[in-house]
């Protein structure tokens, strides 16, 4: 078994470094419907979701945040990624996304993922698969509060 | 760089350290700079306590057998060294805690439980670990005493001049500082912090989790009136730790917890205690790691105190300058080595304190990010969380050098 640590740029690449210094989305949204406060006691990272949920679609997603490349890139990415979509379709995602995080190799691969495929290397750094999570849990939280 | 001779054999010491012999999953030297969080353990301690569950192992105060007797001397005895290593007048005045949060809680619940009234002040330094203010917020919350914060400067020091303000108000009951910051390293003046607290008619509770691994401890010379620690920051194991205060004071207070070992007398009327320290120790006690803890004081004391600080100046004006130079680098606390411990906190421009410990991680070293149990510190600071380098006897500079390397390669991933 290769028990070697995993080289940095698996986890740190391009696209991650490019969503954390340039984040999408990243603002208050006026009059939100879902609004969802996520906090990681250990390591401090905070995100707010707030998003647009008409007839089951989500309309406009937006968030603010602190924290490390990881958290904010995913989040940034997730807004991009949610906008538009059915509720349903944002949920699949998200556990598509969470099979990614546990090294499920498909998840890797699959096209629907865009940006966030640039993830899949987190899944080889254990302690910082919250971190990635981090804004899918808020959405997760959010449509189902609304749902 | 130019350093001074050490004035310990670094080589010698880690030798004694079985797990910095180790090495990380893919094959690098074990780079250990989290020694805020827990110390390695030297073989010494090691062997005692497998010696102690070897060949002493028994129930302690309880078999009228040899070997109970023998566990029991031996138990008692470790009770006698680490009131040795402290400067503690009595032996009796050391009560057996799990670490310096369970002391803690047993000066907040039980001294706090039967003096605090509503009204009165229990001052804090923003500086503190989470046990050093909960505790007090807990009991405040119980008996009506209100939690005052006392700020710190530009450089992490507290503000003599705002403890004395707030001590002004006549009301403080309880001060309780920190010897040494976990988060910064700022070491407070004790001894002046005794004087004003004491002018103040205030009680003086000094949390010396990270104070009693690093500076030669006399709680008589400090002037407080208890002194909390945990063994495994200071070479012990975990779970042993010592609360020290003043025998008047230990007397006059109320059990903490209930049960086996502190009793006089069990009516089913009411019970009756035993006088401090058994009162406050109820239940089997933690005997293999309180000898563990007086093996740690042994080696700490063979090593030298003098030898100790010298060597940890060494690391801390080394690491000031190599680590402090680094680019896009701020460290906290105090500038003036002399001021402070090994302990590098800092923010490095562009990159998340978690980002940091996780590349520093892949290049083999193993640092902390995160707010440090010290919440408030990190809101004072205007930061979320930091990344923090500390040292102990067996670190060296050549591993400062590897931190310092590991940075620059932080700062290159996320330029
Ligand atoms: C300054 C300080 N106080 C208290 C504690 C609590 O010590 P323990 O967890 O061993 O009880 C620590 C350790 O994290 C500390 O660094």
Redesign the interface.
Known sequence: MD??????NS??QELI?EHYKRPRNKGELPDPDVSIHMKNP?????VHLQMHVKDGVIANAMFVG?????SQASISMMTQLVKGKPVDEALGLAAQFTRMMHGDADAARDKRMGDLRSLAGVAK?P??VK?ALLGWNALEEGVGKTG | MNTVAPLIDTAAIRSEFPILATSTEDGRPLIYLDNAATSQKPRAVIDAIRHYYEHDNANVHRGLYDLSRRATEAYEGARDRIARFIGAAFADEVIWVRGATEGINLVAHSWGGANLKRGDEIVLSVLEHHSNIVPWQLIAERTGAVVRFVDIDEQGRIRLDELRAVLASGHARIVAIGHVSNAIGTIHPVQEIARLAHEAGALLVVDGAQGAPHLKIDVQALGCDFYALSGHKMCGPMGIGALWGRRELLDAMPPYMGGGEMIDYVGTDGSTFKTSPHRFEAGTPNVGGAIGLAAAADYLDGIGHDALWSHEQELTRYGLEVLGGTDGITIFGPHDAAERTAVFSFALEGVHPHDVATIVDVEGVAVRAGHHCCQPLMRRLGVPATTRASCYLYNTTTEIDALARALERARAVFR
Do not use: A, N, Q, Y
């Open positions: 028990r070697s640590t995993p080289p940095l986890l740190f470094l250990t390591c401090g990272d905070e602190e924290g490390c490349s990881i750094f302690v910082r971190c």
